[in-house]
Structures are given as C-alpha cells and as structure tokens.
C-alpha cells in the first residue's frame, strides 16, 4: 500500500476512534432514537470516507462531523417527505381506482349500449335522440325539447315511437 493512503487510513481510523463515541451520543440526543443515532453516525463516517479531501483539509473534526451529520439529517428529512407526499398520493389513485367501475362493469355496460344501438335502429333522428337524451341522461322533455328545437308535445311522441320500435322485436 503507498505511504499516501495508509497514511489517509490511519487519519481516518484515528478521526473514528476519537469521534464516533461523541458523534453518537450529539446524535442520540439530537434525535431521541439509539438506532437512528448509530446508522446516522455510521452514514457521517461513511460519507467523509468517500471524500478523502475532506479528511485531507479538515481543521475542526467534531465541527466537521456535526455538520456532515446535520446535512445528512436534512438529507433523509427531504427523502422522507418526498416519500409521504409519493404514498399518500398513491393512495389517493388508488382510492380513485376503487370508485372506477370493474372491467366486467364496463364489459356489461357496453354490452348494453350495443343492444340499445340495435333496438334502436331503423328510428327517425329525433327519435332516437330524444330516447337517449331522456333515458340515458336523464333530461326532461323540456330540455329535450329545447336542444332538438321541437315542442314538449312532439317530444312525447318521439318517445312513444321509440317505446313501441322497442317493443315489436320483444313481441315477434
């Protein structure tokens, strides 16, 4: 091993044998918890590691250490939110998804709007389009009246007709 970086080992092991013990407990009582304390200290050491300038240039170790750990904290703070805000979110779709109607729900209700196409087939235009707007939709002769430009009475009719196209095919 060249001289440089046993040298730089030996910074390092010295730097953890003389820090690791007061960089734990600033962090146990920093943040309340042994476990998270001992990963955040090994988290310190290792990212000074992957720096070697940094262990080459530092003056003040425990300054250093602390505002590594501090970083560090901040770090995992961030990822942390950025999670919730990701589950909660997920959790949100998923609550969407659960409203949206099942495939076999969309598979039926196609399978309806096809026969109604069907029943319906061979009606005049209005006829065909009071029918949906009424029952399908849902809107009142009125309405029906006004969007086809027809009178109320004319539109009763039109769902009379469309009734009875309905029904021969049942009858036959």
């Given at each position: 091993?060249?001289?440089?970086?046993?040298?730089?080992?030996?910074?390092?092991?010295?730097?953890?044998?003389?820090?690791?013990?007061?960089?734990?407990n600033?962090?146990?009582?920093?943040?309340?918890?042994?476990?998270?304390?001992?990963?955040?200290?090994?988290?310190?050491?290792?990212?000074?590691?992957?720096?070697?300038?940094?262990?080459?240039?530092?003056?003040?170790p425990?300054?250093?250490?602390?505002?590594?750990?501090?970083?560090?904290?901040?770090d995992?703070?961030?990822?942390?939110?950025?999670?919730?805000?990701?589950?909660?979110?997920?959790?949100?779709?998923?609550?969407?998804?659960?409203?949206?109607p099942?495939?076999?729900?969309?598979?039926?209700?196609?399978?309806?709007?096809?026969?109604i196409?069907?029943?319906?087939?061979?009606?005049?235009?209005?006829?065909?389009?009071?029918?949906?707007?009424?029952?399908?939709?849902?809107?009142?002769?009125?309405?029906?009246?006004?969007?086809?430009g027809?009178?109320?009475?004319?539109?009763?009719?039109?769902?009379?007709?469309?009734?009875?196209?309905?029904?021969?095919?049942?009858?036959?």
């Amino acid at each position: 091993m060249p001289a440089p970086e046993a040298a730089l080992q030996q910074k390092m092991h010295a730097l953890y044998c003389e820090h690791r013990g007061w960089l734990f407990n600033w962090l146990r009582r920093k943040l309340g918890c042994a476990h998270n304390a001992a990963d955040l200290t090994q988290d310190t050491f290792l990212r000074i590691i992957t720096s070697r300038d940094a262990l080459l240039g530092m003056r003040e170790p425990r300054a250093y250490l602390a505002t590594t750990a501090k970083r560090l904290l901040v770090d995992q703070t961030r990822r942390q939110l950025l999670e919730q805000a990701y589950l909660k979110e997920l959790a949100v779709v998923t609550a969407r998804l659960e409203d949206s109607p099942s495939p076999e729900r969309i598979m039926q209700t196609l399978q309806a709007l096809v026969q109604i196409e069907a029943a319906l087939d061979g009606l005049s235009v209005n006829a065909r389009q009071a029918f949906l707007l009424h029952y399908l939709d849902g809107q009142t002769h009125a309405a029906i009246a006004a969007a086809l430009g027809v009178s109320t009475k004319m539109v009763q009719k039109y769902l009379i007709q469309a009734l009875a196209h309905c029904q021969r095919p049942l009858e036959d």
